[in-house]
């Protein structure tokens, strides 16, 4: 697992997730605890160039960490993540609860992560 590029400073973490589609994959990985580009690539219905791009700009700004597992990459909140981000996060997907439960619903859709790695992955 990578460590953090640099310390979550407000004004660049708040600069990062102040794109539409980097909020909803960090929203997305928070509630499901982390989340391979193939299931959210699915979930949001973008494209892998693209949703890959916008991990790596929140890995690079520190707020997610990365694991390997084979060929796949999985995406967390960095366990460094401070209190005061983990509360940010929390009203935020608060204000997104009805939007992050279709997306969820999507990966539900996609069965459980060996069925998910055998039908998309």
């Known amino acids: 697992m990578r460590k953090p590029l640099i310390a979550l400073e407000p004004a ?7 794109d539409d589609t980097r909020l909803t994959l ?4 928070r ?3 982390e989340l391979c580009v193939c299931e959210m ?4 219905d973008e494209s892998q160039p693209k949703v890959s791009r916008h991990l790596a700009q929140l890995r690079t700004c520190g707020l997610l960490s ?5 060929q796949w990459v999985y995406y967390r ?5 401070p209190e005061w ?25 996609m ?4 069925e998910r790695r055998a039908a998309l992955c």
């Open 12 to 18: 660049r973490l708040l600069k990062c997730l102040g």
């Open 26 to 29: 960090t929203l997305l990985i």
């Open 31 to 33: 509630r499901e605890g």
């Open 41 to 44: 690539t699915h979930a949001l």
């Open 66 to 70: 990365d694991r390997r597992e084979g």
């Open 77 to 81: 909140i960095a366990e460094t993540a």
């Open 85 to 109: 981000v983990v509360e940010m996060l929390l009203a935020a997907e608060k204000g997104q609860a009805e939007r992050l439960a279709g997306l969820q619903a999507r990966l539900e859709g």
């Open 111 to 114: 069965g459980n992560r060996p």
